[in-house]
């Protein structure tokens, strides 16, 4: 999902609301549909520049306004018609959420359309941070064809997702894993009884063709960039927790099949040159032939 501000989480909710309440044929004292949108243009400008005291008081005029919209719809929801009644509170409740939650509050409210949505700290420089759901990857080691991929949602630490992760991989290999290699994050995961966990850090008793295959591991971060840029797994267009799930395995599904089609592609190639090149040496074979018998 893109990056929530507060004034596009604001604004967005006022305009939810007030559309909400039109259709439900009641009428507000005002909107605030010419005045809120600027505002929140002027603060999304304010914090470009880093003139944050400005910012910090337009922050503050544009929760009055949405306050207002959100005391107004409350005041009028017994009003509203029947079938219309468990939307409005359910909108209700998420604006008063976003007008109650302070900046480093837990478990705030990212977004509108996906409550579910969590930040992730990832700790680089370039993204510090994610906001969505959770996602395990599991690829053979050779390969590097996916065998289990899960939404983790609750932001839960790594090394409390590996058994997880490792049954869903014994349920659809029907064979369970003898080595596993794993990044820092996975240090003391609990592991099913015959399963044995590498990691960098492990460097005494290590063998050349462990530390070859733990060096491996790094190979599944080129997959997971490629299945987020061309296997649309940075974006979920899926609802809820359940939309995340199986968001997330046709992820890994599309990401095999384009492996499959690539060597296909390949082999279809080799077929081709093969089949050229024998259609030149039989031409030249026939030239030689003219050129004697003539």
């Known amino acids: 999902m893109p990056y929530p501000t507060d004034s596009k989480l604001l604004n967005r909710g006022r305009e939810q609301l007030v559309k909400l309440v039109a259709e439900a044929g009641m009428t507000l004292r005002q909107n605030y ?4 949108p600027k505002l929140a243009g002027k603060i999304a400008r304010y914090a470009h520049a880093r003139q944050y005291q400005r910012m910090r008081s337009h922050l503050k005029k544009l929760k009055t306004l949405v306050g207002r919209v959100w005391r107004d719809a409350s005041r009028q929801l017994s009003q509203a018609p029947e079938h219309l009644k468990p939307r409005i509170a359910d909108l209700l409740h998420k604006v008063e959420r976003l007008l109650k939650q302070q900046p480093k509050d837990s478990h705030k409210l990212y977004s509108l359309h996906a409550p579910e949505a969590e930040c992730i700290a990832k700790g680089k420089v370039r993204q510090p941070y994610e906001f969505g759901v959770k996602v395990s990857v599991a690829t053979t080691h050779r390969e590097g064809l996916v065998v289990g991929m899960c939404s ?11 058994h997880a992760a490792l049954q869903q991989v014994e349920i659809l290999t029907q064979r369970q894993p003898k080595e596993v290699f794993v990044d820092l994050g996975y240090r003391g995961a609990t592991l099913p009884a015959g399963v044995k966990l590498y990691h960098r850090k492990l ?4 063998s050349a063709r462990l530390k070859r295959d733990i060096r ?10 490629h299945m987020k840029n061309d296997g649309r797994l940075r974006r979920n267009w899926l609802k809820g927790t359940e939309g995340d799930a199986f968001h997330a395995l046709l992820c890994g599904c599309g990401h ?10 390949l082999l279809l190639a080799l077929i081709l040159v093969r089949l050229q090149w024998q259609a030149a040496n039989n031409n030249a074979a026939t030239h030689r032939l003219t050129v004697v018998y003539s």
């Open 33 to 36: 549909n010419r005045v809120a």
């Open 152 to 162: 983790l949602p609750g932001n839960p630490y790594d090394g409390h997702t590996l």
């Open 203 to 206: 460097k005494r008793g290590i």
């Open 216 to 225: 491996r591991r790094s190979a599944i971060e080129p997959a997971i960039g």
């Open 256 to 265: 095999n099949l384009r492996m499959i089609l690539r060597k296909l592609r």
